[in-house]
């Protein structure tokens, strides 16, 4: 793929003729390694800004520790997978290179680099700043050999009634193999010498994973760590043994399930068969105290398969993911301000005075509320429950309403949105849910609920062979006095009650007849054995969304003028589709300004001379997770959904996009987009090398932080709806339902 390379007009933009048209230059290859940023390296640099929040003197102290948590959690994932999936390769003998020129081994060796010195920070963070804090707030993580006789005491008892009972010691000798270490488990590695013969013996004892990590001191609130407790009281795993030396480790498997879909009978049997195989996948990291002796580290590695490169020696606490149980402790003044999501105005009853009021509208006024306009939500700002969730539940109640279609990508345990959906079927209506087995993570609670559903009589379908189900769409069909009317909901999140508070989605609401059409076309495609390729106004993947995309792109290069100004603007959690980023630098070069806010991985190279002067790359990291995906093309043309730009979104899940059609909705969204890029508290500014710099008000420019601005704002226009909210809902449904 090549490119022309036009003059400089010396303001950054490509030159043009007299007759408006861009001077003839040298070829210029797009696909050159340089213009792009490595995925898994720009991945590691977004955990490194989410890593900035827990050092973070500005942020609630517990709030800090949660992030260590979220740091380390997501570390485990990106071995699980990313790393698992590069192994995967060197041992398939593939070579096939990044587009950044990375062979996988190459890749492997700059993780290992790039990260042990964010390991090392991380533990920094944790041990001499965040836990003395602590401690001084009345939250203490304390050593046993710390501890008075009368605080030992209790410990002691707790081991022997609740820890001794559970623990297995198991020695690794002729007779005995080395065991099993399951994924993601606290482990300590012993050496005990048998006082008779003095010979050594190496033993594993597994820190048990059904107890809690912290073990609290009576009547207050210091903790002993679980593993430390355990390596105290040894001896007692090992009677008439000397312990000589006991250290922690930790291993991460491969979890990356391989499914062989074409060959399956059963997609239900299939995933749960990989999902008892995943338990043993080949260990791809190795965590070790920092301590361990080097013989023992090498005997790990040797039966673990391990080496150096994926071996890491940290100092301090391993497994920080599970100081959420100390982040989750009630002390106000130590976490973020509460916020409660309020309803939004147009799904508010009347007498909602207040925003957290848990009144609700009838199911009658829910459909009135959309007939009269579509609705733009966006979560956690707007409430999920007044929402979404009532949508469902409405379409459940409603004695006119026939059908309802739904994708489920990732729900929660309790989630009224899939009860509602049993109820509804309970009551003689059409269900059909699109539960996606193959939902990373979730597949076991994906499995559960939809033998769930099935027991209930919902038509449940596991999604199409080859493709994941992606989609964030529900579908209701109702009844009315005009004949049939289709209501749609189209997210940029999963219909999950738990992470819609805690990350950022939008939702559309609409009863436009094209779009309540095309959600039929997609059911009937997800459903049936309907080959859709082109839809009314939902752009959808693997179908027509790549393709519509760079025509979107193409159309803001072809039109752009002085008197036009081309312009794309986009918010993703990923930006790493090849195509498409070439696609950009295009534009760029053409004119068109490019402004990309990008939660976590972009393999785009901004600011380069020549191929990216036009385009600014921000990402935002606060309290919430950035989750919307919205796209703007031009003044006016927008778009919300649930695609990223990466290869597998835009061609092996199924995906949809849908229009924002209404005026005020888009300059909702023009607002959203000109507010984030605005952000100067929590923003980070990617530069030319991939490495980013977090913004700062300059001197004399007011402090934005946009998701507080957001939430400001649902607080102030719910206010500003006061008690008249519903006057037209009365009026639409004595007229229309």
């Not at 790039?114 to 602590?134: E, I, S």
């Not at 050594?200 to 207050?220: N, Q, Y």
């Not at 924002?660 to 508290?681: F, G, I, K, S, Y």
Request: charged letters at 30%.
């Amino acid at each position: 793929m090549s490119e022309l390379r036009s003059s400089d007009d010396g303001h950054g933009a490509p030159a043009r003729g007299p007759d408006g048209r861009f001077r003839r230059a040298e070829v210029v290859d797009l696909e050159d390694p340089a213009l792009y940023l490595n995925r898994e390296l720009s991945w590691l640099e977004f955990n490194r800004r989410v890593l900035a929040q827990a050092t973070d003197a500005a942020v609630p102290l517990l709030e800090r520790l949660r992030f260590i948590a979220i740091f380390s959690n997501n570390l485990d994932e990106f071995f699980m997978v990313r790393v698992a999936g590069l192994r995967n390769q060197i041992a398939a003998g593939l070579d096939e290179r990044s587009p950044d020129g990375r062979t996988p081994e190459e890749q492997l060796t700059a993780i290992a680099d790039r990260l042990r010195p964010m390991v090392a920070a991380a533990a920094d963070c944790l041990h001499d700043q965040l836990l003395p804090l602590l401690a001084r707030n009345g939250i203490s993580v304390v050593s046993m050999h710390d501890l008075g006789q009368n605080q030992r005491g209790g410990l002691d008892r707790y081991f022997e009634e609740e820890v001794f009972p559970v623990l297995t010691p198991l020695a690794v000798d002729p007779g005995h193999p080395f065991p099993y270490i399951s994924n993601l488990s606290l482990s300590l590695a012993v050496t005990v010498r048998d006082r008779e013969t003095g010979e050594r013996h190496f033993a594993r004892v597994k820190v048990p994973e059904v107890l809690p990590r912290f073990v609290p001191l009576r009547t207050t609130r210091a903790y002993v760590p679980l593993e430390e407790l355990i390596a105290t009281n040894l001896d007692r795993l090992f009677p008439g043994m000397e312990v000589v030396e006991s250290s922690a480790f930790r291993v991460t498997r491969n979890t990356d399930i391989e499914l062989e879909e074409e060959e399956a009978d059963d997609l239900l049997m299939a995933v749960e068969q990989e999902l008892r195989r995943r338990r043993f996948g080949a260990v791809v990291r190795l965590e070790a105290a920092v301590d361990m002796p080097d013989q023992v580290v090498g005997m790990l590695q040797e039966e673990l398969d391990v080496g150096e490169v994926q071996t890491y020696r940290v100092q301090g606490m391993l497994g920080m993911s599970n100081l959420d149980e100390l982040a989750d402790h009630d002390l106000p003044r130590l976490h973020w301000e509460p916020w409660a999501p309020v309803p939004h105005p147009r799904l508010a009853h009347s007498s909602d005075a207040q925003p957290a009021s848990g009144a609700q509208l009838s199911a009658a006024q829910v459909f009135a509320a959309i007939r009269r306009g579509d609705i733009l939500v966006r979560h956690p700002y707007d409430s999920f429950t007044s929402s979404v969730e009532r949508f469902i539940t409405a379409a459940s109640e409603d004695p006119e309403v026939l059908a309802i279609k739904q994708t489920l990508y990732r729900t929660s345990g309790d989630s009224p949105i899939v009860k509602a959906l049993i109820r509804a079927a309970e009551r003689g209506k059409q269900v059909v849910a699109l539960v996606e087995l193959k939902a990373r993570f979730d597949e076991q609670a994906n499995i559960a609920w939809a033998r769930s559903l099935e027991k209930a009589g919902v038509h449940v379908v596991y999604g199409l062979v080859g493709l994941k189900t992606h989609s964030k769409t529900a579908l209701v069909v109702r009844r009315e006095r005009d004949g049939i009317r289709r209501y749609v909901h189209v997210g940029t999140g999963n219909y999950n009650p738990k992470t819609a508070r805690l990350y950022t989605d939008a939702g559309l609401f609409s009863c436009r007849p094209a779009l309540g059409a095309d959600l039929t076309d997609l059911f009937n495609f997800l459903t049936g054995y309907a080959r859709q390729d082109s839809y009314r106004e939902l752009l959808v993947a693997p179908a027509s969304l790549r393709e519509r995309i760079a025509e979107l792109i193409q159309r803001e290069i072809d039109q752009h003028s002085a008197d036009r100004p081309g312009l794309v603007r986009l918010k993703l959690n990923s930006l790493i589709d090849q195509p498409l980023i070439a696609d950009l630098y295009r534009a760029s070069r053409a004119g068109v300004d490019v402004d990309l806010i990008i939660r976590g991985i972009c393999g785009l190279r901004p600011g380069v001379p020549g191929i990216s002067d036009r385009i600014r790359v921000v990402s935002v990291v606060g309290r919430l997770l950035e989750h919307e995906r919205i796209l703007q093309f031009g003044r006016d043309d927008f778009y919300i959904g649930s695609a990223d730009w990466m290869p597998r979104n835009l061609d092996r899940r199924v995906e949809a996009m849908a229009p924002v059609c209404d005026p005020e909705l888009r300059d909702e969204l023009r607002w959203v987009l000109d507010t984030t890029l605005a952000d100067n508290m929590q923003a980070w500014t990617l530069q030319p090398d991939g490495s980013w710099v977090r913004r700062a008000p300059a001197d004399g420019e007011e402090p934005l932080n946009s998701q507080e601005r957001f939430m400001q704002h649902a607080r102030q226009r719910a206010r500003e709806a006061g008690g008249d909210r519903d006057r037209g809902l009365r009026l639409a449904v004595s007229t229309g339902a």
